[in-house]
Nanobody, 117 residues
Framework: QVQLVESGGGSVQAGDSLRLSCVIS????????MAWFRQGPGKEREFVAR????????YYADSVKGRFTVSRDNAKKTVYLQMISLKPEDTAVYYC??????????WGQGTQVTVSS
């Protein structure tokens, strides 16, 4: 019932900014939290940021703290990841994830972010 569609990725230079979007289709009352993960070349998928649905509490990986901001637009049913001061090590496929009240995660298709030095 819930579907996630990501967009906003692209190729940028170090120091540039990007904003990723995750549009949620379906019932948002089934969502406990939304999160962003990423997986770089030859690396395991890692946590980036999370925002709880009702309290809007945010959490960030140390590697992105101070540079990335996760937010939600309830009217648009969209979660954003604003990324500034991008670094080459931020290059990865970024995935949106919904942590559902039922207890299982739902993943988006991913969007590629490439940062050149």
């Amino acid at each position: 019932q819930v579907q996630l569609v990501e967009s906003g990725g692209g190729s940028v230079q170090a120091g540039d900014s990007l904003r990723l979007s995750c549009v949620i289709s379906g019932r948002t009352d089934t969502i406990a939290a939304m999160a962003w993960f990423r997986q770089g070349p030859g690396k395991e998928r890692e946590f980036v940021a999370r925002i709880t649905w009702v309290g809007l509490n945010t959490y960030y990986a140390d590697s992105v703290k101070g540079r990335f901001t996760v937010s939600r637009d309830n009217a648009k049913k969209t979660v954003y990841l604003q990324m500034i001061s991008l670094k080459p090590e931020d290059t990865a496929v970024y995935y949106c994830k919904a942590d559902l009240v039922l207890g299982y995660p739902l993943w988006g298709q991913g969007t590629q972010v490439t940062v050149s030095s």
